[in-house]
């Protein structure tokens, strides 16, 4: 059988878990029993293949230190800067939220996701808001626990706002 070129010619292809197998193995090199793990050798500079694993790490090193450490200055032309439309500002976004932005997002959160950092999921939060469907904005304002749940997230996202500012 010829050496595979590629994972799409190896004859488990489709299998994921095997091909992901035959990559690590790929990677770390042989490890079967006895066998010695082989090392992949960098390229140094002078076209040389590294014998050592010290060797390796001062290729690797020497690269990466070129590529990040460059202390000439990028070819940028400042006036390009110039061109990008500054746009207008939102100044309401500076404003504090509102109930009725608190209420229409609890309104509008998906049914069926997965619960956030706090473990409340939205359906929770639904269930305990919105009992019925199809009720009228006067009828959810009406609705005591819709406006009792909304006032307490209202009071701590402001509470929160104040506290990063």
């Known amino acids: 059988m010829g050496?595979?070129?590629?994972?799409?010619?190896?004859?488990y292809a489709d299998d994921p878990?095997?091909?992901?197998?035959?990559?690590?193995?790929?990677?770390?090199?042989?490890t079967h029993h006895h066998t010695q793990r082989r090392?992949?050798?960098m390229r140094k500079a002078n076209g040389e293949r590294a014998k050592t694993d010290d060797e390796n790490a001062q290729v690797f090193s020497t690269h990466f230190g070129k590529l990040f450490n460059n202390q000439s200055p990028l070819p940028c032309d400042p006036t390009a800067l110039d061109l990008i439309d500054q746009?207008?500002?939102?100044?309401?976004?500076?404003?504090?939220?509102?109930?009725?932005?608190?209420?229409?997002?609890?309104?509008?959160?998906?049914?069926?996701?997965?619960?956030?950092?706090?473990?409340?999921?939205?359906?929770?939060?639904?269930?305990?808001?919105?009992?019925?469907?199809?009720?009228?904005e006067e009828e959810e304002s009406a609705?005591?626990?819709?406006?009792?749940?909304?006032?307490?997230?209202?009071?701590?996202?402001?509470?929160?706002w104040d506290s990063k500012l």
């Open 3 to 11: 050496k595979a070129t590629s994972l799409s010619h190896m004859k």
């Open 87 to 136: 746009g207008e500002d939102f100044t309401s976004l500076d404003d504090p939220i509102s109930l009725k932005e608190v209420r229409d997002a609890l309104k509008r959160m998906a049914k069926g996701k997965a619960a956030g950092p706090s473990g409340i999921t939205s359906d929770a939060l639904k269930s305990m808001v919105w009992r019925e469907e199809g009720l009228s």
């Open 39 to 41: 090392t992949i050798r």
């Open 143 to 160: 609705n005591d626990d819709t406006d009792f749940l909304a006032s307490v997230i209202h009071k701590l996202l402001l509470d929160y």
């Open 17 to 30: 878990i095997k091909s992901w197998k035959a990559v690590r193995t790929l990677e770390k090199g042989s």
